[in-house]
């Protein structure tokens, strides 16, 4: 089945604990994204990769990194977590524009986290 | 100032009726367009894309407003499982995605 994953999906930690959320998609897929959903504001978009070893920032990427080492995995790091990261996550993949600028975005589950 | 803004409502409408939604964006440069529908607290789901010269797809109709800049989504003979969040998506670059926060609607019977 063609899915985006992601883990954990809920996650509880303390301010300054390193974690990381894993993605991974096995659509063969070259661009891959994060997203972080707060109340009112919506979707942000993280931090995009358009293929191994490429990544760029996104809208709010500052607290977090990312690395694409692999075509199917998307990690993202939080290398200090604060409060202020307590969100809802979501990993998204999707094709390259072989088909123009219209291709769809397939998201991950989410991952619920609060950091204390 | 919001990159895509949407009413977040609720709209709250019988079975059977015709809801429309309206977005905006500040970007002219904008280059595609989509309507995503979000069930609560789960994943994004594609609705469909807007392209320039409108589209339908069932009882669905996109259009798109690039001189004023905003983008509608007209649902018709609207059904209890069209109860959820319509996302406003807009892309820019081809790599850069901005999300409205969303438009509640409610189908009631």
């Known amino acids: 089945e063609a899915q985006v994953t992601q883990n954990p999906r809920y996650l509880i930690t303390v301010t300054g604990k390193k974690l990381t959320v894993t993605c991974s998609q096995n659509?063969?897929?070259?661009?891959m994204s994060w997203y972080r959903q707060d109340p009112g504001l919506g979707l942000r978009q993280i931090y995009y990769s358009m293929n191994v070893e490429v990544t760029d920032k996104g809208d709010v990427p500052e607290g977090y990194k990312v690395s694409r080492k692999e075509k199917r995995n998307f990690p993202l790091i939080l290398e200090s977590p604060s409060p202020n990261q307590t969100s809802l996550y979501f990993c998204?993949?999707?094709?390259?524009?072989?088909?123009?600028?219209?291709?769809?975005?397939?998201f991950g589950p989410g991952t619920r986290l609060t950091v204390l | 100032r919001k990159e895509v803004e949407q009413d977040p409502g609720p709209f709250n409408v019988p079975e059977g009726a015709t809801v429309a939604f309206n977005c905006t964006y500040s970007n002219s440069a904008s280059q595609s367009f989509f309507w995503y529908r979000q069930d609560c607290r789960k994943e994004p789901k594609l609705l469909m894309s807007?392209?320039?010269s409108g589209n339908e797809d069932g009882r669905f109709t996109a259009q798109l407003n690039r001189a004023s800049q905003y983008i509608s989504l007209l649902i018709r003979d609207s059904k209890l499982s069209d109860s959820a969040t319509y996302l406003c998506v807009v892309n820019l670059n081809f790599n850069k995605f901005y999300f409205g926060s969303g438009t509640k609607l409610n189908v009631k019977p």
């Open positions: 807007v392209y320039s």
């Open positions: 659509m063969n897929h070259e661009y």
């Open positions: 998204a993949s999707r094709p390259r524009l072989a088909g123009g600028p219209y291709n769809e975005q397939f």
